[in-house]
């Protein structure tokens, strides 16, 4: 650590205690939300197919309000909200909140809306109101892979294959769940 002061030293040694801790406790808990897994990586050998039920079917359940809440300790809470609209239209409201030693140092709030459509069990989600946005994502598309859908639940994850997104960014994302709002 060189020639820094002995209180510097061992503010940055305690730093990166901290984050060591703080990766740690990420990886080793389960993410759950109200008591409930809502977030989950893929078990081993697990494949993701999209759900034997039908479009129709799909598309007939998945109208409505649906909410997803994730939680990594008292480091980083999402609750992302999303509707969807019989007409085709859906709108996702997102807030975050990042916090380090207690303290919160970062929040962001995302609203978007555009169109979806369900096809082979594939839910396409195009945002089409950049409005308000820094980082747009007008004019492209992501697809979710609906594992499981019932009248109370949701369960997906990000399709790659069939979306349109950079190979940058691809990579194995948690299967998220989301509950309807009553």
């Not at 809502?38 to 993701?48: A, H, T, V």
């Not at 609203?111 to 096809?119: D, P, S």
């Not at 992501?142 to 960014?169: C, F, L």
Request: aromatic share 8%; with cysteine; net charge neutral.
């Amino acid at each position: 650590m060189g020639n820094l002061p002995k209180h510097l030293t061992t503010m940055k040694i305690a730093n990166h205690i901290t984050i060591g801790i703080v990766c740690c406790a990420w990886l080793a808990s389960p993410v759950a939300g109200a008591g409930e897994e809502m977030s989950r990586e893929p078990r081993p050998g697990e494949k993701i197919e999209p759900t034997k039920i039908g479009d129709e079917k799909t598309t007939q359940l998945l109208v409505g309000t649906w909410m997803h809440e994730y939680k990594l300790g008292d480091a980083y809470e999402v609750k992302q909200t999303y509707t969807f609209e019989k007409d085709g239209s859906y709108s996702c409201k997102r807030n975050s909140v990042s916090r380090l030693h207690g303290r919160e140092y970062d929040r962001e709030e995302s609203n978007v809306k555009g169109q979806w459509t369900v096809r082979d069990g594939i839910l396409t989600l195009t945002p089409t109101d950049p409005k308000g946005e820094e980082d747009s994502l007008y004019g492209r598309f992501t697809a979710y892979t609906i594992m499981k859908i019932s009248d109370t639940t949701i369960e997906w994850q990000v399709n790659w294959g069939r979306s349109d997104t950079s190979p940058a960014v691809k990579r194995t994302l948690t299967i998220d769940t989301h509950k309807r709002v009553k």
